[in-house]
């Protein structure tokens, strides 16, 4: 049961489809753009580098937890109240946590330092103004994140049930590219800056403007016309879309659960997702904390009791019974595998391109060659939803998701035959490319698949789920890559060189080839990875294809789901 208006005039969704992704690219750019300038941050703060570095951390890490958290219930929210509604909300809020940070060192500071002080606490102000920066991240994410969920359960109403693979597509596939290529944006807009200081010192005198030149913060403010231009011009195209509010109430102790969930696992598994073209080895990835087993069994517990809550319910947060339909729990299965799998690319590049720098005075020459291979991973993938979505409307769920993987795991063989120390760029751009282009090929159907399982009033929390779901894929991979690729280097190096090590530039050269050895071997996991990934895929996706797709779209849902 819901309620929605009649619409006047006919909308164009392509056109409100442009809109409401460049949101949710500005957004996912934000996730990893702090990655490139965290150091200057810290250094801008007179904080002792070493030191600080854990707590300044939390400007990423905090944002991903915030952004992660959002999804889990906003796309629920959107069901009972409205995607409009939310959408603003969420945009809104974004464009608050940008000027927070950008303004973090006067009022956020100002605010923070004197109810601190008021609490008995004698706190540096340096530190209070890191503190300002990632609780004005935390609200950045907040509204960021739950954007993700809210647009693609817009596509889901703008889009008939047979032609939603295609936008549903893009707009996973921005999400993903923006968080990507967020590093390199950051990197190169900053170093921008600080090159013309002087210019724009003289610049800003000329105008009569006594403002400062442009630095980090300059990037959150960009943010803020940008998000105000996107808010006015998705108002005006969503003036005429229906407004559906689905029937019940919030689940609240449910999304407690799950949130509380989510965060241990994040947390426990190192919450620490992004890519960073300053990693260099595996141990700049996120290691395990000691307290990383309690932590994800308490995960395992709370998960069980959202588990336990959401059957006893009368309205549930995710209703369980949608999992009875073989495309969203097939659907949901194989994101999982394609999250991890795309982790294995995103963490490989930047280790392989580092290790063979010559020394320190090469490492922003790689950061910038480690932001374009990244690109030529993310760039084709985020192509390739259009032409997924095409094979998904035109041969069905199965055949597209099982193209696409069976290209990616192409790319990985390629990888761990071919990578050694000496390998050009070129060939690793064109491996990069063809593991892109088979990933993203499955954002398209795997999207519409678990979308379109759902009904008209569970549609915004199986949007999250996708994104959801994919991100727990990637969290999961960085732990477990690390932990693997660790401990095979050890066995490596001591079976090569013994216990003791004469020469320790030798010892640096054979550590490079046995790194990226390993890399290497990470191209077979990736293959072993997606392999198992086609079996859900082809066994448990069905033959949906657009020619009487919608009727029989709707067929299942109404014999799958439960009516209000």
């Known amino acids: 049961m819901s309620s929605s208006s009649t619409p006047s005039r006919t909308v164009n969704p392509w056109w409100v489809l442009a809109l409401i992704a460049l949101p949710v690219f500005i957004g996912a750019l934000d996730l990893t753009i702090v990655s490139a300038f965290l150091p200057e941050i810290i250094i801008g703060l007179e904080l002792p580098l070493q030191t600080s570095l854990d707590d300044a951390a939390w400007v990423v890490s905090g944002y991903l937890l915030a952004y992660a958290v959002s999804m889990t219930f906003m796309g629920r929210v959107s069901d009972l109240i409205g995607r409009r509604a939310v959408y603003v909300a969420c945009l809104l809020i974004f464009i608050v946590g940008s000027i927070m940070v950008a303004v973090a060192h006067q009022g956020p ?31 950045q994410a907040l509204g960021a994140g739950a954007l993700v969920p809210v647009s693609l359960a817009l596509v889901g109403d703008l889009f008939p049930a047979a032609r939603r693979a295609q936008p549903l597509g893009v707009i996973g596939a921005v999400d993903t590219l923006g968080w990507v290529l967020g590093h390199l944006y950051g990197g190169v807009l900053v170093n921008f800056f600080a090159q013309n200081k002087a210019g724009f010192e003289q610049f800003l005198s000329s105008l009569g403007l006594n403002w400062p030149p442009p630095d980090w913060r300059t990037l959150f403010w960009i943010n803020v016309p940008l998000a105000l231009v996107a808010l006015a011009l998705t108002l005006w195209a969503l003036r005429d879309v229906p407004i559906h509010r689905s029937k019940g109430r919030f689940d609240f102790l449910g999304a407690g659960l799950i949130v509380g969930a989510l965060v241990a696992l994040v947390l426990g598994l190192g919450a620490n997702i992004e890519v960073s073209g300053a990693t260099a080895s595996f141990e700049d990835l996120a290691r395990l904390p000691d307290y990383a087993g309690p932590v994800v069994l308490l995960s395992v517990a709370l998960f069980a009791g959202f588990i336990l809550v959401e059957t006893r319910v009368k309205d549930p947060l995710l209703d369980l019974r949608m999992f009875r339909h073989r495309n969203l729990s097939a659907g949901a299965i194989v994101n999982l595998f394609v999250g991890f799998s795309l982790m294995i690319g995103l963490v490989s590049v930047p280790i392989l391109i580092n290790i063979r720098a010559e020394d320190a005075s090469h490492l922003t020459e790689a950061a910038l060659q480690v932001g374009i291979l990244l690109s ?16 998904s409307d035109r041969f069905g769920y199965r055949v597209a998701t099982s193209t696409g993987l069976g290209i990616a795991i192409a790319g990985f063989v390629l990888v761990w035959q071919t990578w050694t120390v000496e390998l050009g760029a070129g060939i690793i751009a064109l491996e990069m490319a063809v593991i892109g282009i088979g990933l993203g090929l499955t954002f398209s159907p795997i999207s519409a698949a678990v979308i379109n399982a759902a009904d008209e009033d569970h549609r915004g929390i199986a949007s999250a789920l996708v994104i959801i779901l994919r991100l727990i894929g990637m969290t999961i991979a960085v732990s477990a890559l690390t932990t693997l690729s660790l401990q095979r280097v050890s066995v490596l190096a001591a079976a090569e060189l013994g216990p003791t090590v004469a020469d320790p530039h030798e010892f640096v050269d054979v ?18 990875v997606c392999g198992i990934g086609m079996i859900p895929a082809v066994s448990g996706l069905r033959r949906l294809v657009s020619r009487g797709g919608e009727a029989e779209v709707a067929e299942q849902v109404s014999a799958t789901t439960p009516a209000d």
């Open 109 to 139: 500071t100002d605010l923070l330092y004197t109810l601190l002080r008021r609490m008995g606490e004698r706190p540096d102000r340096e530190s209070v103004t890191l503190m300002a920066i990632v609780i004005g991240r935390v609200v």
């Open 376 to 391: 030529a991973l993310t760039v084709p993938m985020a192509l390739a939803a259009v032409p997924g979505g095409w094979l």
């Open 511 to 528: 550590y490079a080839r046995i790194t990226v050895e390993v890399l290497a071997e990470l191209g077979l996991v990736g293959a072993i």
